[in-house]
C-alpha cells in the first residue's frame, strides 16, 4: 500500500465515525469469538455521552481512522489521559519518575476502551498491513503532540505483532478466565478423538491435544477439580443458601428499569465502601439498556423476595440492533465478569454473585470462555486459570525508554517465575489410571 494510497484522520468523538463502518471493522477482528462488545461503537459513544469519559474526568477522546477511498480500513480509540486511574495497567511509578526529574508525564496517550480491562482488539484493521500503517501513524502524531507516551492496553496477539514492528516495548500481566472444558488426567476419562461442536482447548495437566466436550451441568464441572476445591466451593455455595439468598437472572431487554436501578445502587455503594466515587454513571448502564441490551447479564440475590445484591456480566453477541449490524452469531461464545454489589454483607455472597451463578450460567447456555477480570489469584480456586495478558508501550523520552526498557526484562522474568508458581497450584484433579474421584 502506498503511503499516498491512504488517508489518517484524528477525530475529537466517536460521533464522527460511522458506527456502521466502525462496527463492521470490528466484526471482522475476530469472526469465532464475535465482536469484542467493549469496542463496539455503542459502548465508547456511552462512556463519553454518559459523561464517564470525558475531559472533565481525564479521559479527552482522540479517534483515529486510517481511511482507503471511502472504505475505512483502521480505526481505534485513543484517550489523551491527564491522570493513570481507571486503566488497571499500572504505571504510576513511571509518572512519579517524570515527575521527580522536572519532567511532564501527562497527559499521555492511551488505546484502550475506558475502565475495561478486558483484553480484545485495540488497533481494528482490514489487514495486518493497515494495522502496522496505523500503529505507526500513531507513534507519530504522538512525537508531533509533545506526548510524553503511548499506551496500549490488553491487546491482541495481531495488535501486539504490530506494536513489535513499530519498536513499542511490551509488557505483562496476569488475569484469570474459566474454559467450558474437561481438564482431564490421564486416565480419568476419555476424550473424543474428534473435535466437538462448541468445545475449545485442550486437556490441562497432561499432553493431549483432543478437544474435550464442554461439562454437562455444574456438577459435572465440580467433579474435574481436586476434591479440597470441591469441597471449598460446596461449602461456600451452602453458606449462601443456609443465609436464605437464591439468585434468578435476566437478559437483554428482560432486564427491568427496577433492576438496573437496583444494579446501580449497589455498585454504587461498593466504589464508596472502598473510598472512591464509581468510574460510570448511571446514564452509561441506561445507555447500554438502549443501544446494546443483548450483550448484558444481570444476576440478582434475594432473600424472601427482597434484592440485595447483584453480578452484571457482559455476553458476546453476534446481532445487534441498530445502525451498527453484525451478520452472524459467532462460532464461540464468551462471558465477561464485570461488576456487583451489595446492600448487605453475607459470608461467601460475591463469590457466589460473581462466579458459581456466572458459570452455572455458562455451563447451562453453551458458552466457552468467562473472562473474570483484573488480578484477583484467588480466582484460581474457583477454576478460573492464568493467562497472560499483553500491553505495548511507547516513550518519548530516550532515557526513560531505556531505563523502562530494563524494568520491563526484569519484570518480564517475574511475571513468567509468578505464571510457573500459578501452574503448580492447578485446581484440577490429578489422578493415576485406575483411580475414582472422591
Not at 459502548?43 to 455521552?49: A, F
Not at 493513570?84 to 484502550?112: R, T
Amino acid at each position: 500500500m502506498a503511503e499516498n494510497d491512504y488517508v489518517i484522520r484524528v477525530l475529537d468523538s466517536p460521533h464522527e465515525v460511522s458506527a456502521t463502518k466502525w462496527n463492521a471493522l470490528l466484526a471482522a477482528q475476530d469472526p469465532a469469538n464475535g465482536p469484542n462488545p467493549f469496542m463496539r461503537h455503542e459502548y465508547l459513544t456511552g462512556m463519553l455521552d454518559s459523561g464517564s469519559a470525558t475531559p472533565e474526568t481525564g479521559w479527552t477522546a482522540r479517534f483515529i481512522t486510517l481511511a482507503h477511498g471511502d472504505e475505512l480500513i483502521g480505526a481505534c480509540a485513543l484517550y489523551l489521559k491527564e491522570h493513570s486511574y481507571g486503566e488497571y495497567v499500572f504505571d504510576h511509578a513511571w509518572a512519579n519518575a517524570y515527575h521527580q526529574h522536572g519532567l511532564a508525564y501527562y497527559p499521555k496517550a492511551l488505546i484502550a476502551p475506558p475502565f475495561t480491562p478486558v483484553p480484545g482488539p485495540r488497533l481494528l484493521a482490514r489487514d495486518a498491513a493497515a494495522r502496522t500503517l496505523l500503529v505507526k501513524a500513531l507513534v507519530a502524531w504522538c512525537a508531533e503532540e509533545n506526548l510524553s507516551s503511548l499506551h496500549l492496553l490488553f491487546a491482541t496477539d495481531e495488535d501486539v505483532a504490530a506494536c513489535e514492528e513499530a519498536g513499542l516495548m511490551l509488557r505483562h500481566n496476569v488475569q484469570f478466565h474459566w474454559t467450558n472444558r474437561s481438564c482431564l488426567a490421564p486416565g480419568l476419562d476419555s476424550v473424543p478423538s474428534e473435535p466437538v461442536e462448541g468445545c475449545l482447548g485442550a486437556s490441562t495437566g497432561s499432553a493431549r491435544t483432543e478437544v474435550s466436550p464442554g461439562y454437562r451441568d455444574f456438577d459435572d464441572f465440580l467433579m474435574s477439580l481436586s476434591q479440597d476445591k470441591r469441597k471449598k466451593i460446596r461449602q461456600e455455595r451452602r453458606k449462601v443458601k443456609d443465609a436464605g439468598v437464591s439468585f434468578r437472572w435476566s437478559l437483554g431487554q428482560d432486564i427491568s428499569d427496577a433492576d438496573w436501578d437496583f444494579f446501580y445502587s449497589c455498585y454504587e455503594r461498593t466504589y464508596y465502601e472502598h473510598g472512591n466515587a464509581p468510574y460510570l454513571s448511571r446514564d452509561f448502564f441506561q445507555h447500554m439498556r438502549n443501544t446494546m441490551p443483548e450483550n448484558w447479564l444481570l444476576f440478582v440475590g434475594e432473600r424472601s423476595g427482597i434484592p440485595l445484591a447483584t453480578s452484571l456480566i457482559a455476553v458476546s453477541a453476534g446481532r445487534t440492533r441498530g445502525k451498527g449490524q453484525f451478520d452472524a452469531q459467532p462460532k464461540a461464545k464468551v462471558a465477561y465478569g464485570r461488576y456487583w454489589g451489595a446492600a448487605e454483607r453475607v459470608d461467601c455472597l460475591h463469590f457466589e454473585a460473581c462466579y458459581y451463578q456466572p458459570l452455572h450460567w455458562c455451563i447451562e447456555h453453551g458458552y466457552q470462555r468467562f473472562e473474570g477480570g483484573a488480578q484477583g489469584e484467588h480466582k484460581m480456586a474457583r477454576a478460573l486459570l492464568p493467562i497472560k495478558t499483553t500491553s505495548a508501550h511507547w516513550l518519548a523520552h530516550p532515557a526513560f525508554a531505556d531505563a523502562v526498557e530494563r524494568f520491563l526484562a526484569r519484570e518480564g522474568e517475574g511475571i513468567e517465575n509468578y505464571m510457573d508458581d500459578l501452574e503448580r497450584r492447578n485446581p484440577f484433579r490429578q489422578a493415576n489410571p485406575g483411580t475414582s474421584p472422591a
